[in-house]
């Protein structure tokens, strides 16, 4: 009788994401896969189960093709008919314990060296996560380990290209560069003083109460709204033909303009250019830290309100070297915001007013503060390198 050979690893390092809900799975998976990629030069492929999603932030892909290459990164649509031919690779990473198709476990199972078998977790500051990245657990006779990105210096680190801060800095640093960019995306030029602003949350009851603040602020506001959810919670105020892609609105002080949709390095250059950013959800949240300028947070919203406990952790972190006044007002703006309450948060904008020049000093400092934990993508390198080591 033939003896069956056990499967043999291929050189891949195996991502696979499952699309929950928005765009923060797929956001976050395919900056890690071009990093590794591109910057540690390794195979990488990512596993997508929802292309159409994919699309929206990345316009090259074509969601037809099964297979296709883009930026040196190998993209396999992951369909329930996952072909049992195809192989783990040395390193197999679930993003947010999403559930590996069960041909690729069984050829795991079968294999005498089976790869490292990662699960990358959510984003969180809170220091539970100290005593539990890197824990290995136990499974069919297979090692998982639980990888936690954090700002601590026991934590896996955040997500972080090598040359993003200098990149940042050149383009924060050019005179023209808000000009050019109102100019690239056909927005109305830039008045003197005038404060930018991005808003990219959730729907938010208060969210109204903002604009309408606005509108009396002493200088122009320009807020600038990619399409999405954020305008369900601006029917009331704005006319439905605005609620669009290239939609424009004036009102007192404030300009509002909507825009399309953009690959995440058009995003990043609209946190770079924008004063004040409203971002949501894990990524975004970390773009506008590495954006270096004022920002607030709308966390995912989960149920039994358990995000709240994530928003104090984090909202400690980042105020801890702020003077108390400041800290106390960022405080009341990310709780008033989260909770919805229209009167708090006008109020705490408006306090924040006096300390705003502090605030953007600070901003630019907390970069360095957070990536306590250095650079997630080394660390993930770094950790399989030893697993690989261990077992050889
Ligand atoms: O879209 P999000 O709310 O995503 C998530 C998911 O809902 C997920 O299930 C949840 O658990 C998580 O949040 C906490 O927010 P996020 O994480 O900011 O993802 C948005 C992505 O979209 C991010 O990578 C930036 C990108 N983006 C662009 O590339 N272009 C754009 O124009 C915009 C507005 C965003």
């Not at 900056?31 to 195979?43: I, M, V």
């Not at 809170?126 to 998982?144: A, F, M, N, V, Y």
């Not at 909770?339 to 953007?360: D, T």
Request: glycine share 4%.
């Amino acid at each position: 009788m033939m003896k069956t050979m056990p499967p043999i690893a291929t050189s891949y390092w195996d991502i696979f994401c499952s699309v929950v809900d928005n765009y923060g799975d797929i956001g976050v998976t395919w900056r890690l896969a071009r990093q590794l990629a591109n910057e540690y030069q390794l195979p990488v492929r990512l596993w997508i189960d929802d292309l159409a999603s994919f699309q929206r932030l990345c316009s090259q892909l074509d969601t037809t093709l099964s297979e296709q290459t883009i930026d040196n990164v190998l993209i396999g649509h992951w369909n329930p008919n996952f072909p049992a031919n195809v192989h783990p690779g040395q390193v197999v990473i679930e993003a947010f314990a999403c559930e590996l198709p069960l041909s690729l476990r069984h050829s795991m199972q079968q294999m005498e060296r089976p790869p490292v078998w990662l699960n990358l977790e959510y984003l969180t500051a809170e220091s539970w996560i100290d005593g539990c990245h890197g824990l290995p657990s136990r499974q069919d006779q297979l090692t998982k380990f639980f990888f936690f990105p954090g700002f601590s210096v026991k934590s896996g680190g955040l997500l972080c290209e090598n040359t993003l801060f200098a990149t940042r800095q050149q383009w924060q640093q050019q005179s023209e560069q808000r000009q050019q960019f109102c100019r690239h995306r056909h927005l109305l030029p830039p008045q003197p003083n005038e404060l930018f602003i991005s808003l990219f949350s959730y729907e938010n009851a208060a969210l109204p109460a903002l604009l309408k603040r606005w509108q009396s602020h002493p200088t122009p506001v320009r807020c600038l709204i990619p399409a999405g959810r954020t305008l369900n919670s601006l029917s009331s105020l704005l006319p439905a033909d605005v609620c669009q892609a290239g939609g424009c609105w004036q009102q007192g002080a404030l300009t509002v303009e909507v825009l399309p949709m953009t690959d995440q390095t058009a995003y990043d250059q609209l946190l770079w250019s924008c004063d004040f950013n409203i971002v949501r959800g894990e990524d975004s949240f970390l773009r506008a830290q590495w954006a270096a300028r004022p920002f607030l947070w709308h966390i995912y919203p989960q149920e039994d309100e358990a995000h709240l406990e994530k928003l104090q952790a984090f909202i400690e972190r980042y105020t801890q070297n702020m003077a108390p006044e400041l800290a106390t007002a960022v405080q009341q703006l990310f709780l008033s915001f989260n909770q919805a309450h229209p009167a708090e948060l006008i109020q705490s904008w408006s306090a924040l007013q006096a300390y705003w020049s502090e605030w953007q000093q600070q901003a630019q400092q907390w970069p360095q503060t957070a990536l306590a934990g250095g650079n997630l993508a080394s660390q993930l390198v770094h950790f399989v390198e030893k697993q690989l080591e261990c077992c050889a």
